[in-house]
């Protein structure tokens, strides 16, 4: 079995300062890992993944994220918060033999003020 | 390229009535999936299919039907729908098994809001 956990339901940052969204995973088996992003009224968009190459995933505007197994945590991070980056935030687990589905955290709401 | 494309976008039921929320993808994707999204629920797999003539439950399979008699659409079915059904539904493809190397990624569409009264 897995799960996904993400810590907060809501992060409010000011525009020009770090962003961090935080997410812990449990699986039965090495995990595959990803970030969506949801903008309003939009359908869910891949942000980056980790598939157990490099640790330290870089994905598309300016995001990255950190597989650390010893903590099973897999944050999203980026230094800089630009007002286009409002939207909601999911995590989500893959990982199993056999066939493959997705785990999807509860999402996180990322507000950025001006 | 239309990616994957979902009718329609809104729409409102009585109770006890059925209707067919359709999907369709033009990337020529094996695997096809329905999502439910609900507040603070994140989203939830109601059915998936993994080619033409196959599928399979999801998490939340009850009072949905689906079909798969082509490679490009995946129809869902409510039988009869109920106010527990209120959602905003999402379609995903992908070219391989989801999450799975380098062509598992799911590609969504735009979602289909359901109210049903």
């Known amino acids: 079995a897995q799960s996904v956990t993400q810590l907060d339901s809501h992060v409010s940052v000011s525009e020009g300062t770090p962003v961090l969204l935080r997410c812990n995973y449990s699986?039965?088996?090495?995990?595959?890992l990803f970030w969506y992003v949801q903008h309003p009224n939009k359908g869910l968009q891949l942000l980056l993944k980790y598939t157990s190459a490099a640790t330290l995933v870089k994905g598309i505007n300016g995001f990255e994220a950190e597989f650390k197994k010893s903590e099973t945590s897999f944050h999203l991070t980026k230094p800089s918060a630009h007002m286009s980056d409002a939207a909601e935030y999911f995590c989500?687990?893959?990982?199993?033999?056999?066939?493959?589905?997705?785990?999807f955290g509860k999402g996180t709401m990322l507000l950025v003020s001006p | 390229n239309a990616g994957v494309t979902q009718t329609p976008k809104f729409q409102v039921l009585k109770t006890g009535q059925s209707m067919t929320l359709q999907c369709a993808q033009d990337?020529?994707?094996?695997?096809m999936s329905w999502y439910r999204q609900d507040p603070g629920m994140g989203l939830r797999l109601i059915h998936y299919s993994v080619g033409a003539g196959i599928t399979d439950q999801g998490e939340v399979p009850n009072g949905y039907n689906v079909s798969r008699s082509t490679t490009e659409d995946f129809p869902l079915r409510l039988l009869s729908a109920a106010p527990s059904q209120t959602s905003v539904y999402f379609c995903?493809?992908?070219?391989?098994?989801?999450?799975?190397?380098?062509?598992?990624?799911?590609?969504f569409g735009e979602g289909s809001r359901l109210t049903v009264l």
């Open positions: 699986s039965s088996y090495s995990p595959s």
């Open positions: 989500v687990v893959s990982g199993g033999s056999g066939y493959s589905t997705l785990t």
């Open positions: 995903a493809s992908s070219y391989s098994l989801p999450g799975q190397g380098n062509t598992g990624e799911l590609f």
């Open positions: 990337m020529n994707h094996e695997y």
